[in-house]
Structures are given as structure tokens and as C-alpha cells.
């Protein structure tokens, strides 16, 4: 495998601009939030030997549990719209991941199918969609770089009232009214030819909503 690299921007100048209400967490009440998340990554399909795309990846919490989990046989493309997180997503994924297998792209997640190529098994993105200006036009990207029988995951927070989804003692997580439940996402999903899937629970506030895009 290559070593890391950055995927020359392919599709129109980039915008600058980022998804309204999503922000990076802090790692102390993220890693409490979210203590194993290989564990979650396995829970919701992700395994060896599969070729896949960290949407909006942040600082990395999952991408180098990611790289592990796929292994030296698998591919992961990590797609961020912020440098300043993607330089801490590549320093975390070298110390505890598995860096040859990781390319690295800045642009905006609603463009990833005018930025890269088509062929992924998987594209992973979490905590995010509920800031999306335009989920469908987002599914509709997601779907074009998915071979048939691909999977889109969304990991996201159930729509609860922020004062009740406590981390460390203090309210977590986007307000309340950004918050989607599985049926709403499938709302914006499934119009982009998705199939819905069971829902995957991860406790205490999340769940993962799986879209296959058909055979």
C-alpha cells in the first residue's frame, strides 16, 4: 500500500464554509461518550478487508480504530472540510491506527462524489447529518461512490431533549431541534434510492441507521 497521501481535489473550487451546529467535541467527554469505538465501528458492519470512507471524520476518534478494524487488506478515505481537523485525524491515526491504508481529502462531504472515485463498500459518518444543509443531495453523493450492495451508515443522536443526553455531569451533543430520529433521516435517504436496514441501538443516546444501496 501507498503511504499516506492527500487526494488531489477534483471537482469545483471548494467551498468554505461548514455544516451549521457541528463542531468537534471535547476528547475528555468524547472519549467518556464514546470509550470503545471499535466497538461501535464492528457493531455497525464495518470489518476486514472492507474499502470505506470516514464522512467528515473530525480529529480521527473513529478513523484509526477504523483503519484496524479493515486491516492492511482495506482502504479507508477520510474527508474533512477543516485542515486543522484532519492534521489531528492523520497524528492520531499514525500513533494508533494503521496509516499506509489511509488517504486523506479536504471538501465538502455534500461533493464527495465529484471529489473522489466510486467503488467504496462502506461510507461511515457520525454525529454529523443532523447539520446538513441538504441531506438528500448528501445521500444522493454517498450513493454515487457505492458499489451495489454498499452501505451507508449514519451514527447520530436520538431526538431527545439536550438536557436529558448528559455527559461528565453536563448537557451534550447538537440542541435539541437539530436532532433526528432513524425514520427522519430515512426521509431524507431512502428518496436517493437507499433501502432502509434495522436500526442498530448504541447506548446511551446514539444509533446507527444503515442504507444499502440495491444490488
Known amino acids: 500500500m501507498a503511504a499516506i497521501d492527500d487526494v488531489p481535489f477534483k471537482g469545483e473550487p471548494m467551498k468554505d464554509v461548514f455544516f451549521p451546529a457541528t ?3 471535547d476528547r475528555d467527554w468524547w472519549s467518556a461518550l464514546w470509550p ?22 473530525g480529529d480521527g476518534w473513529f478513523t484509526a480504530p477504523l483503519t484496524r478494524l479493515v486491516g492492511s487488506t482495506g482502504k479507508v478515505l477520510c474527508v474533512d472540510i477543516d485542515p486543522e481537523m484532519e492534521a ?32 467504496y463498500d462502506l461510507v461511515f459518518m457520525a454525529n454529523t447529518f443532523h447539520g446538513v444543509p441538504n441531506k438528500t443531495r448528501l445521500a444522493e453523493a454517498v450513493y454515487q461512490v457505492l458499489h451495489p450492495g454498499g452501505r451507508f451508515v449514519v451514527v447520530n443522536w436520538y431526538r431527545r431533549a439536550r438536557e436529558e443526553t448528559t455527559v ?13 430520529n432513524p425514520e427522519e433521516i430515512a426521509e431524507f435517504v431512502v428518496p436517493a434510492g437507499f433501502v432502509p436496514e434495522p436500526v442498530i441501538e448504541l447506548p446511551p443516546y446514539h444509533y446507527g441507521a444503515v442504507y444499502r444501496k440495491p444490488d
Open 23 to 25: 463542531s468537534m467535541p
Open 36 to 57: 470503545d469505538p471499535e466497538a461501535v465501528l464492528a457493531k455497525v458492519g464495518v470489518g476486514e478487508g472492507l474499502k470505506v470512507v470516514d464522512l467528515c471524520c
Open 88 to 119: 489531528q485525524a492523520k497524528e492520531l491515526v499514525k500513533a494508533e491506527g494503521v496509516p499506509e491504508i489511509c488517504r486523506w481529502l479536504i471538501g465538502d462531504a455534500s461533493e464527495v462524489d465529484a471529489l473522489t472515485g466510486g467503488n
Open 168 to 180: 461528565l455531569g453536563q448537557p451534550r451533543g447538537p440542541k435539541t431541534e437539530l436532532r433526528l
